[in-house]
């Protein structure tokens, strides 16, 4: 793991956003060995730290949010023991580090392959109306696995999924048909995006955080359990997360956006 400043990465944190930038423009913001590192650094961070209530994840340049893998420096994992490798995606997502901030997603342009790995964990995904999500694996004769797996477990229905994987980039998924299919919650024009993102970030840091987090775990385990469970778990966080409630306010009004919602 790096300890150093990332540079694959630009991280802010303010009034308790963290606002993390893929900054590999020149490859299209595909993930390297060292992009992988930094990210997972900063999930840990985020997880342990407790000025940060919300994530925003977004991409620098103009063409894409993430194409996937660096393909011109390749698997780096290979040169491990075949028995201690892992899918690089288990790196990425912030769900796998246990992070029970929302993370709101910003994607621009293209979104292709093992971007999905930040889309597939992220709690709410808003695109500008030239984003396309499509999956390449097939056209190299690669299997593509976690990605469509990710993407049946959000609740993109199970055709739709096939299409996606099964036909290379010549099935995109454009902005319009994203929102129909529930992968985003909502279009924007490329110039609200960022903003778009920010406001929704500002509206839930406001919120009391115990809550936040209390609500996002309860949610997210319980699409690996049975219901009866998930009811057991639900009760136990509700009496852990709302204890002390009457001592903290509901809202942080200084981080009150000024913005109605959909």
């Not at 802010?12 to 963290?18: D, P």
């Not at 009391?208 to 949610?219: L, M, N, S, Y």
Request: hydrophobic residues 40%; charged residues 25%; glycine residues 8%.
């Amino acid at each position: 793991m790096t300890t150093s400043e990332p540079t694959t990465i630009d991280v802010e944190v303010a009034k308790h956003i963290a606002t993390v930038t893929l900054n590999r423009p020149d490859r299209m913001n595909a993930f390297n060995r060292l992009m992988t590192e930094e990210i997972a650094e900063f999930w840990q961070r985020a997880r342990d730290d407790d000025d940060i209530r919300v994530v925003v994840l977004r991409a620098a340049g103009d063409r894409a949010f993430c194409t996937g893998l660096d393909m011109v420096e390749g698997p780096w994992w290979h040169e491990v023991n075949v028995w201690n490798q892992q899918d690089p995606g288990v790196l990425l997502g912030p769900k796998q580090h246990k992070v029970w901030k929302p993370v709101i997603a910003a994607v621009q342009g293209m979104a292709a392959g093992g971007g999905m790995y930040f889309l597939n964990e992220a709690d709410i995904i808003v695109c500008s109306d030239d984003a396309t999500f499509f999956d390449p694996h097939a056209n190299g004769g690669m299997v593509s696995a976690l990605e469509p797996v990710g993407m049946l477990r959000r609740g993109v229905p199970l055709g739709d999924v096939l299409r996606w994987a099964l036909l290379g980039t010549e099935e995109r998924i454009t902005a319009d048909t994203a929102l129909r299919l529930g992968l985003v919650t909502e279009v924007v024009t490329r110039d609200q995006l960022w903003p778009t993102a920010q406001q929704l970030a500002e509206e839930i840091a406001g919120r009391r955080p115990e809550a936040i987090q209390g609500t996002v775990r309860a949610i997210w385990e319980a699409l690996d359990e049975p219901l009866s469970l998930s009811q057991r778990h639900g009760l136990s966080y509700a009496t852990i997360g709302n204890r002390g409630r009457e001592a903290t306010p509901a809202r942080d009004e200084s981080v009150r956006p000024d913005r109605r919602f959909r």
